[in-house]
């Protein structure tokens, strides 16, 4: 170990006990094309694929393909050698989602959202779980940015892989690199067949072109960030963690079905000094993934250019995509079977790792690691009918 984030130049630890992800107690779709709803979803297309059959043109999955932007996520030159196989399932595809400061010219970058789309052979169905971004891992080292590797939290990763040498710019691709392998030694899942990277601002332009999305809000969440005219709360010159980080009319979002816009589906799902920490969060994310699914499925987005053109754009702007040499539209095509209604959202449970009353991060309790031990083996689905209490549901 290399001691701390701090001492090592890296971010610190930061955040009080009820922001530390403390947890709580542990109709079919209408079809369309699944390309167009790869489009509508944007930047969450590879977690929330979803029904339908594939009847797009050459020239309309050209368009897809090149609204999405590419990337050697995985560093080891794949998407040239791995271009010619076949997709065949199981597989794993790992989604980092990042929300870098865009007021800033070089913003340093996290993984504020780390997700893991598990599909069996059968390739008819999903399961969906996040890892807490406070996961403590081992991260391996990292010789284009000079990390000597340590145990650290998982989000910090991207950081440290991030900082390449040479003109001092961040690259997002090469922190995925990293964050990557260190998903791979928390969850065992030696290899991904396809990663993203979502932008956040991205993500709430995509919300903003489908009109908005509506969804159950399973809680009462006063927002930290938000003020209620969707302006930012100002920096209370006091300092101070969490909530009172900030001062001003806090932005509410009250227990039950609400249409929320792009800002606000943004501000709802980046809460985690909740009931519930940073595992009510990902719950909440898991939530939004499948209801902008849901949204994506009422909406006649293919029939209207403009708001195709809109949506595509902003997926552009979003999404960072590897394949291994297989496009977005080779996924679809793969994945043409699976439905909004059979992909399952699991809760990894877990609790706060403590050293002389100081925070460090989080750790996997049994079951989660069970969990995983059964994805490796492919058999998820037999390990959660015996586990039902670790299943997402939207209410």
Request: hydrophobic share 40%; proline share 5%.
């Given at each position: ?155 910090h990763a991207m950081y440290y892989g991030s ?169 679809a095509f793969v994945l043409r079977n699976i ?7 699991v809760k990894l449970t877990g609790g706060s ?43």
């Amino acid at each position: 170990m290399y001691g701390s984030a701090a001492a090592r130049g890296g971010p610190a630890a930061t955040g009080a006990a009820a922001a530390r992800g403390v947890p709580a107690a542990a109709g079919t779709p209408a079809k369309s094309p699944l390309w167009a709803r790869l489009c509508v979803a944007g930047g969450v297309a590879l977690a929330v694929l979803a029904g339908g059959s594939l009847t797009a043109t050459t020239v309309l999955a050209s368009r897809v393909d090149n609204a999405v932007g590419k990337g050697d996520l995985f560093g080891d030159g794949a998407e040239a050698a791995e271009g010619a196989k076949d997709l065949r399932g199981p597989m794993n595809i790992l989604l980092a989602g990042i929300d870098p400061r865009e007021w800033e010219d070089n913003p340093d970058l996290r993984a504020d959202s780390v997700l893991v789309m598990h599909v069996p052979a059968s390739l008819d169905r999903a399961v969906l779980f996040s890892l807490p971004r406070d996961l403590l891992v081992d991260i391996p080292a990292f010789p284009p940015a000079r990390y000597p590797g340590g145990r650290d939290k998982l989000t910090h990763a991207m950081y440290y892989g991030s900082r390449v040498d040479g003109d001092g710019r961040k690259d997002p691709v090469r922190g995925f690199e990293l964050l990557s392998r260190a998903v791979s030694n928390a969850t065992g899942i030696a290899r991904f067949d396809a990663g993203a990277i979502v932008t956040f601002n991205g993500f709430k332009r995509i919300v903003d072109a489908l009109g908005g999305v509506r969804m159950y809000v399973d809680m009462d969440v006063a927002s930290i960030h938000m003020r209620p005219d969707g302006k930012h709360r100002a920096p209370n010159p006091g300092g101070g963690e969490g909530a009172l980080a900030f001062k001003g009319p806090r932005k509410q979002y009250r227990k039950g079905n609400h249409q929320l816009s792009g800002w606000e589906a943004l501000d709802y799902t980046r809460q985690r000094y909740i009931e519930g920490g940073d595992y009510a969060r990902q719950r909440h994310q898991q939530q939004f993934l499948r209801a902008m699914v849901g949204q994506a499925l009422s909406r006649d987005v293919v029939t209207n250019p403009g708001k195709l053109d809109a949506v595509l754009q902003a997926a552009g702007k979003t999404l960072t995509f590897s394949g291994r040499g297989h496009s977005v539209t080779d996924f679809a095509f793969v994945l043409r079977n699976i439905r909004s209604d059979n992909i399952t959202m699991v809760k990894l449970t877990g609790g706060s790792v403590l050293t002389g009353g100081a925070y460090q991060g989080e750790a996997l309790d049994a079951a989660a690691k069970q969990f995983l031990a059964a994805l490796r083996s492919d058999t998820t689905e037999q390990f959660l009918v015996s586990h039902p209490e670790m299943i997402n549901r939207d209410r």
